[in-house]
């Protein structure tokens, strides 16, 4: 996997939050990143996983390194000797959604030569839609998708974020990840990129550009739908919602988990939303050390 690894700094407020004085919470600080908590649950589930990134060459960047280690990820980190390791601010509120302000501090200078040659040469890359948002990010994410076409691996994209993609336009972002095998739109980024609110006619239009796609619904499961006609659906896995963070992570490493593994479309959606279920009921975007 390519993407972010960085420090969240998380705020549970069970109350209202009231600007312009003081909200008393206690304050976690977990490792976090959409590319580098797949990994993770990824790992979890038994499936070999390299993680590429660049964190700072600072305490918090060793720290985070050593979590990957402890997660049963192999990472393999640049380190920015200028720019400090990034952070994430997460306000988690009583029903489990989160607010996120985010420094991306020496992620933003993920570049090519931070992807080293010998993991793009088998296996399976999964991008986090993050790495798209500019600067040498972009170009090591198109560099990425590029070696790993060239060399016959299988590719899934995670969109990630729907101002990164109304920021880039949908077309870009379409265009410079078409001919991917998995794509994980959730239903907002879904309708963005497809132009329609209803879930099988996004699926649809998305295979246009894409082997398969997976939409992740949120309390509704997901869906699965192939270019070859198959199609399935899950219900959502009981779950009582503490923090959301990281939930569509933990969704796209199930539904990954059993797909490389040969494991056939319905059972890979059970598996993610399984975990996806387990990823709500704790605080942070990990499965436990």
């Given at each position: 996997m ?7 700094l998380?705020?549970?407020v ?8 003081d ?24 499936i ?5 990134g ?5 305490i918090?960047?060793?720290?985070l390194?050593?979590?990957?280690g ?24 009583g ?35 993050y790495?798209?948002s500019?600067?040498s990010?972009?170009?090591t994410?198109?560099e990425?998708?590029s070696?790993?076409?060239g ?7 995670d ?14 972002f ?11 739109p ?15 006619r ?17 309390a509704?499961?997901?869906?699965y739908?192939?270019a070859?006609?198959e ?19 933990a ?9 490389l ?29």
């Amino acid at each position: 996997m390519v993407g972010d690894l960085l420090y969240d700094l998380l705020a549970k407020v069970d109350g209202d939050v009231t600007l312009g004085t003081d909200t008393f919470t206690s304050i976690r600080m977990v490792a976090g990143g959409s590319g580098a908590n797949a990994s993770a649950w990824l790992a979890a589930s038994g499936i070999e996983t390299h993680f590429v990134g660049r964190v700072g060459d600072d305490i918090f960047g060793r720290s985070l390194e050593e979590e990957m280690g402890r997660a049963g990820v192999r990472a393999h980190l640049a380190r920015d000797p200028s720019v400090a390791t990034g952070k994430v601010f997460v306000l988690v509120d009583g029903t489990g959604e989160r607010t996120m302000i985010t420094d991306r501090g020496a992620s933003e200078n993920l570049s090519p030569g931070d992807l080293p040659d010998t993991l793009l040469g088998g296996g399976h890359l999964h991008l986090s839609g993050y790495t798209f948002s500019g600067g040498s990010r972009r170009e090591t994410a198109r560099e990425a998708l590029s070696l790993a076409r060239g060399s016959g691996m299988s590719v899934s994209v995670d969109p990630s974020s729907v101002p990164l993609l109304e920021d880039l336009g949908s077309e870009r972002f379409l265009g410079w990840t078409r001919g991917a095998d998995l794509c994980f739109p959730n239903l907002e980024e879904g309708s963005l990129l497809a132009g329609t609110e209803d879930p099988e006619r996004i699926a649809k239009r998305l295979l246009d550009h894409y082997s398969a796609v997976v939409l992740k619904l949120g309390a509704e499961g997901a869906l699965y739908a192939g270019a070859d006609g198959e199609s399935s659906r899950a219900r959502a896995a009981p779950a009582r919602a503490v923090d959301t963070t990281g939930a569509g992570d933990a969704f796209c490493a199930g539904f990954l988990g059993a797909w490389l593994t040969g494991a056939p479309a319905g059972e890979a959606l059970r598996r993610g939303v399984e975990l996806a279920a387990r990823a709500v009921e704790r605080v942070g975007g990990r499965p436990e050390a």
